[in-house]
């Protein structure tokens, strides 16, 4: 079977919602898709809404997975955000934005939980 990008992403996105389970997050949604992008998974950590963005990297070549979170990507991330709270009406519940980076290594992984990555960019 030959791997592609897209078939890690779904491995790395599986592990990152188990990883994040395992500490106390319930995870409600996986790859909401609409037409400002993709959300990677959506949970619930207590009352806080928690928009997570999963990145893996097979290498430090091009730094770390948590770096590849751009400024316009936050931004992007931050729309997508406001468009799940309004279309589920959660507005005004607390959120926030966490990244779980995924680093390959010999066909492990070694993953990072940064909670509260970012604030929300307009």
């Not at 491995?11 to 400002?36: H, Q, T, W, Y």
């Not at 959660?90 to 940064?114: Q, Y």
Request: hydrophobic letters at 40%; aromatic letters at 8%; one cysteine or more.
């Amino acid at each position: 079977m030959v791997v592609t990008r897209q078939t890690k992403g779904r491995e790395g996105e599986s592990l990152a919602a188990k990883f994040l389970e395992e500490r106390g997050v319930v995870v409600v949604d996986r790859n909401i898709r609409c037409p400002l992008g993709e959300i990677d998974l959506v949970g619930r950590d207590g009352r806080v809404i928690v928009f997570v963005e999963v990145r893996s990297r097979f290498s430090g070549r091009y730094g770390s997975p948590q770096e590849s979170v751009s400024r316009s990507k936050q931004k992007r991330l931050t729309r997508l955000a406001q468009w799940y709270l309004k279309k589920h009406r959660l507005e005004g519940r607390s959120a926030r934005f966490d990244v779980v980076a995924i680093t390959w290594k010999a066909g492990e992984s070694d993953i990072a939980w940064i909670v509260n990555a970012f604030e929300a960019r307009e």
